[in-house]
């Protein structure tokens, strides 16, 4: 190549670079509004598009053949993968993209390190090493605690915890041997099992450290395997003196802790009890052992008589609205009730689903507008004034056990304030308990009756008979 030839391809690759670095930023910032959210998806995908093509055009590459093969192969699975998988299913689907990005750092990782000192390459500097050591111990136990994550929500894994005696001694154990580990490699690194030894105790303890967690805990988890897999990429642009990976990586690295830790703050727990309180156990309510309620249960006709009196009513929804694809039909029901004059809003709990965001994206996707989504610090105080409260599968983020049972499990996370409403109608295909496997005393309450069934159903039964009643 010469040198004008080179010189071009250097500027275009930091161009390149430039431009897919603040197209992520921008894009990140218009992600935090829904309004938004959709510009900033489509910058960061440009951001993307630019990176990819700067990264062809680098010097170093010696041939494309492998490149466009893998390119054509990844195309391949990830069109159909984009049009054909469900709602319902993107939270293991996003499980999948966070174990695959985390398994292609490492694998850069891997790569960089067998060739300075297995393929007798360029030594790397004490630096580079820890940086690299850093990459691949993170990356490693995010793909194996991704695809358990994927696994237990697919619910190929029971979404209860799997313990087992002396769990938290062997994780810490595999902690303490890893450090040690990372440590000698950076020290010694011609000694290449040291570092090979680091990457399978890695990918061991990604396994070990997510099959303790049950199903109710998975959002937190995806946002923090999220942040480490962003921290790995961020340590493999320091590996390789690349800017665009230290970037990326930084901003999903900082947004996937800052969203975990808001997560956490929505479930009134720390990290150490979601990774290591083994939470999702199904127990029963200390009150409901002592005196035994009855539930009340009420027919599509009676919910049309009862939302024909209503002025105010606040829909909450849940994963069982996403198992039934019920968004279409609780939209056909907003704009009736609108239709009537009543006001409709929605109120969304930041855990509800199986993934941060998973209710906005659906309501979205049924062409629900955003002014009528409103979080749980919006909401609440509009709960007693409220006339009919319409939970869609819903269950512990509408649990009151919250507030009055000392000795229930999520006692002290933040709820919605449903159970204040004036009348509460649950949709829900039966008496289970949710993801917490916990017993919830709503069912029980005075002011809340049971509509048992498909959401979508049900919620289309109550369409049709407020129809007939015009």
Same mark, same amino acid.
């Given at each position: 190549?010469?040198?004008?030839?080179?010189?071009?391809?250097?500027?275009?690759?930091?161009?390149?670079?430039?431009?897919?670095?603040?197209?992520?930023?921008?894009?990140?910032?218009?992600?935090?509004?829904?309004?938004?959210?959709?510009?900033?998806?489509?910058?960061?995908?440009?951001?993307?598009?630019?990176?990819?093509?700067?990264?062809?055009?680098?010097?170093?590459?010696?041939?494309?053949?492998?490149?466009?093969?893998?390119?054509?192969?990844?195309?391949?699975?990830?069109?159909?993968?984009?049009?054909?998988?469900?709602?319902?299913?993107?939270?293991?689907?996003?499980?999948?993209?966070?174990?695959?990005?985390?398994?292609?750092?490492?694998?850069?990782?891997?790569?960089?390190?067998?060739?300075?000192?297995?393929?007798?390459?360029?030594?790397?500097?004490?630096?580079?090493?820890? /940086?690299?050591?850093?990459? %691949?111990?993170?990356?490693? &136990?995010?793909?194996? !605690?991704? #695809?358990? +994550? $994927? *696994?237990?929500?697919?619910?190929?894994?029971?979404?209860?915890?799997?313990?087992?005696?002396?769990?938290?001694?062997?994780?810490?154990?595999?902690?303490?041997?890893?450090?040690?580990?990372?440590?000698?490699?950076?020290?010694?690194?011609?000694?290449?099992?040291?570092?090979?030894?680091?990457?399978?105790?890695?990918?061991?303890?990604?396994?070990?450290?997510?099959?303790?967690?049950? /199903?109710?805990?998975?959002? %937190?988890?995806?946002?923090? &395997?999220?942040?480490? !897999?962003? #921290?790995? +990429? $961020? *340590?493999?642009?320091?590996?390789?003196?690349?800017?665009?990976?230290?970037?990326?990586?930084?901003?999903?690295?900082?947004?996937?802790?800052?969203?975990?830790?808001?997560?956490?703050?929505?479930?009134?727990?720390?990290?150490?009890?979601?990774?290591?309180?083994?939470?999702?156990?199904?127990?029963?309510?200390?009150?409901?052992?002592?005196?035994?309620?009855?539930?009340?249960?009420?027919?599509?006709?009676?919910?049309?008589?009862?939302?024909? &009196?209503?002025?105010?009513?606040?829909?909450?929804?849940?994963?069982?609205?996403?198992?039934?694809?019920?968004?279409?039909?609780?939209?056909?029901?907003?704009?009736?009730?609108?239709?009537?004059?009543?006001?409709?809003?929605?109120?969304?709990?930041?855990?509800?689903?199986?993934?941060?965001?998973?209710?906005?994206?659906?309501?979205?996707?049924?062409?629900?507008?955003?002014?009528?989504?409103?979080?749980?610090?919006?909401?609440?105080?509009?709960?007693?004034?409220?006339?009919?409260?319409?939970?869609?599968?819903?269950?512990?983020?509408?649990?009151?056990?919250?507030?009055?049972?000392?000795?229930?499990?999520?006692?002290?996370?933040?709820?919605?304030?449903?159970?204040?409403?004036?009348?509460?109608?649950?949709?829900?295909?039966?008496?289970?308990?949710?993801?917490?496997?916990?017993?919830?005393?709503?069912?029980?309450?005075?002011?809340?009756?049971?509509?048992?069934?498909?959401?979508?159903?049900?919620?289309?039964?109550?369409?049709?008979?407020?129809?007939?009643?015009?």
């Amino acid at each position: 190549m010469s040198p004008a030839m080179a010189a071009f391809n250097t500027f275009f690759l930091h161009g390149a670079y430039l431009v897919a670095g603040v197209t992520f930023i921008l894009g990140l910032r218009d992600l935090g509004s829904p309004r938004t959210a959709r510009r900033g998806m489509f910058l960061a995908e440009f951001g993307m598009l630019a990176a990819i093509v700067g990264t062809l055009l680098h010097q170093n590459i010696i041939t494309y053949e492998w490149i466009f093969v893998g390119l054509a192969v990844g195309t391949v699975i990830g069109i159909p993968m984009g049009f054909w998988i469900p709602m319902t299913a993107v939270p293991q689907r996003t499980a999948l993209s966070h174990a695959f990005g985390a398994l292609a750092v490492s694998l850069v990782g891997v790569a960089t390190f067998y060739d300075a000192y297995g393929m007798g390459g360029h030594p790397l500097s004490g630096f580079e090493r820890f /940086a690299i050591g850093f990459e %691949v111990l993170l990356g490693s &136990l995010t793909f194996t !605690g991704s #695809l358990i +994550a $994927a *696994a237990k929500l697919q619910g190929t894994l029971p979404g209860a915890p799997i313990t087992y005696r002396g769990q938290n001694v062997v994780t810490i154990s595999l902690i303490a041997v890893m450090a040690a580990l990372w440590a000698w490699m950076v020290v010694s690194p011609e000694q290449t099992g040291t570092f090979f030894g680091l990457v399978g105790l890695a990918l061991v303890f990604g396994i070990a450290l997510v099959l303790p967690i049950g /199903a109710a805990d998975m959002p %937190v988890v995806i946002a923090i &395997l999220n942040s480490y !897999g962003g #921290l790995a +990429a $961020a *340590a493999t642009g320091f590996a390789l003196s690349n800017n665009v990976l230290i970037i990326a990586g930084a901003l999903d690295g900082g947004s996937g802790f800052l969203l975990s830790i808001l997560m956490c703050k929505a479930m009134n727990r720390s990290w150490g009890n979601v990774l290591f309180g083994a939470f999702g156990k199904v127990v029963a309510s200390a009150k409901k052992a002592q005196v035994e309620k009855t539930v009340k249960s009420m027919e599509a006709e009676e919910v049309a008589m009862l939302l024909d &009196l209503a002025e105010h009513v606040v829909i909450v929804p849940g994963y069982g609205m996403a198992v039934s694809q019920a968004q279409y039909a609780v939209k056909e029901l907003t704009d009736l009730l609108e239709k009537r004059q009543v006001d409709v809003k929605f109120a969304i709990h930041p855990v509800a689903g199986r993934m941060p965001g998973h209710m906005n994206v659906l309501l979205a996707e049924a062409g629900i507008e955003y002014d009528k989504l409103f979080d749980m610090d919006q909401i609440n105080s509009q709960f007693p004034r409220t006339d009919v409260a319409i939970v869609i599968g819903a269950n512990d983020v509408v649990n009151p056990a919250a507030y009055d049972d000392p000795a229930s499990p999520i006692y002290g996370m933040p709820i919605l304030d449903v159970h204040l409403a004036r009348s509460v109608l649950v949709l829900k295909r039966s008496m289970a308990p949710g993801f917490a496997g916990i017993e919830n005393e709503l069912f029980y309450r005075d002011n809340t009756s049971m509509v048992f069934g498909d959401a979508k159903k049900s919620v289309s039964g109550f369409v049709t008979q407020l129809k007939e009643m015009e």
